[in-house]
């Protein structure tokens, strides 16, 4: 398999964590989001995802898989071993909820693209961008705090799409100095899924594109 992905892109950080809790081997194939523009506008990635976004994941009879959480579905039902959801269907849902919105609700304001458009095309100064990030931060992850029953991770003694999706976020929150000391179920259920070899080689700064 061959992952599209840049070192930074939370999206991407959530497909390598899921791809190395089902211990399945890929190559990774750096898109740099800002390096001569962005190369995923690049035709030859444009060909590869038509959203120009990563993660992008080619599987090896050729097809290619886009959008995160399509991704990690495609791979918990095709390699079951370890679920990344709870055999209850209310803990299903709860587990959905948390990385929805984290992933739809949280990361979509923070995202690249958007924050490019803030700048350039309204004109904002960097502070004012830095205060957009951290408002919708801060407002998403007191939802998640109280959404939380860690134990040690979000939703008990196993690993689940909430943690997965978790994990990057906190790394985005960190990387733009969002104080988090009002958040100590999340910090907890970080650092524990930290721990694991499976998250660790997911981080940003263990990429093979990492600067
Ligand atoms: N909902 C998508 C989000 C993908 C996404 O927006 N990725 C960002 C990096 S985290 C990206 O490629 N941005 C490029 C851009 O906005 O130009 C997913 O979960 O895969």
């Known amino acids: ?72 579905d495609y791979l918990d039902e095709v390699y079951p ?35 490019k458009y803030i700048k350039s095309a309204l004109g904002k100064e960097q502070s004012a961008i830095d205060a957009w990030y951290h408002h919708w931060i801060l407002l998403g992850f007191d939802a998640v705090e109280a959404l939380l029953h860690p134990g040690p991770y979000s939703f008990g003694p196993r690993v689940t799409l909430a943690d997965i999706c978790l994990v990057p976020q906190v790394a985005n929150a960190r990387r733009f100095k969002v104080p988090l000391d009002r958040f100590p ?12 070899p499976a998250f660790d080689k997911a981080r940003p700064e263990n990429q093979p594109d990492a600067e």
Do not use: W
């Not at 999206?11 to 390096?35: C, E, M, Q």
């Not at 909820?97 to 949280?106: E, G, P």
């Open 1 to 72: 398999m061959k992952l599209y992905s840049f070192f930074r892109s939370s999206a991407a950080y959530r497909t390598r964590i899921a791809l190395n809790l089902k211990g399945l081997a890929y190559d990774t194939v750096p898109i740099h989001l800002s390096k001569d523009g962005g190369k995923q506008f690049s035709p030859e990635y444009k060909a590869i995802n038509p959203q120009m976004r990563v993660p992008a994941l080619e599987l090896p009879n050729g097809d290619v898989l886009t959008q995160s959480l399509a991704i990690i």
């Open 81 to 115: 071993e370890p679920p990344f959801l709870p055999t209850d269907a209310v803990q299903r849902a709860k587990v959905r909820a948390l990385a929805q919105a984290i992933a739809c609700d949280i990361h979509p304001l923070n995202n690249v693209g958007p924050l």
């Open 185 to 196: 179920k999340i910090v907890a259920v970080d650092a524990a899924c930290l721990a694991l």
